[in-house]
């Protein structure tokens, strides 16, 4: 079993920075794939970033790319998500999740991931 736990989220003007963190507890997170989730009041969860356990492959979603880097530290068990040039549309619920897919077809999609944490909201004020 993998238990994760995000944090980092907060309130921040649009414009501002965040950097979200996943901790993992359980196991160690070196073989699995890591990646960010969202879900915005009225919305379905949607894709964010992931990062590939070998942390060679990273993907971000269009909405995001250029402003969110995704990023991870082995030794310390913990995944990172630095959010800059935030805006009101990035407020979301944002979750982590863990998996050991193979490749990166499916890196994309929620049902690719066994684990996830409880959220952390990031809510963004124009």
């Given amino acids: 079993q993998v238990q994760l736990v995000e944090s980092g989220g907060g309130l921040v003007q649009a414009g501002g920075s965040l950097r979200l963190s996943c901790a993992a507890s359980g196991r160690t997170l070196s073989s699995y794939n890591m990646a960010w989730f969202r879900q915005a009041p009225g919305k379905e969860r949607e894709f964010v970033s992931v990062i590939q356990w070998s942390a060679f492959y990273t993907?971000?979603?269009?909405?995001v790319k250029g402003r969110f880097t995704i990023s991870r530290d082995n030794a310390k068990n913990t995944v990172y998500l630095q959010m800059n040039s935030l805006k009101p549309e990035d407020t979301a619920v944002y979750y982590c999740a863990a998996?050991?897919?193979?490749?990166?077809?499916?890196?994309?999609?929620g049902g690719t991931y066994n684990y996830w944490g409880q959220g952390t909201q990031v809510t963004v004020s124009s």
């Fill in 99 to 109: 998996g050991r897919q193979n490749g990166i077809v499916g890196l994309r999609r």
């Fill in 59 to 63: 993907d971000y979603a269009d909405s």
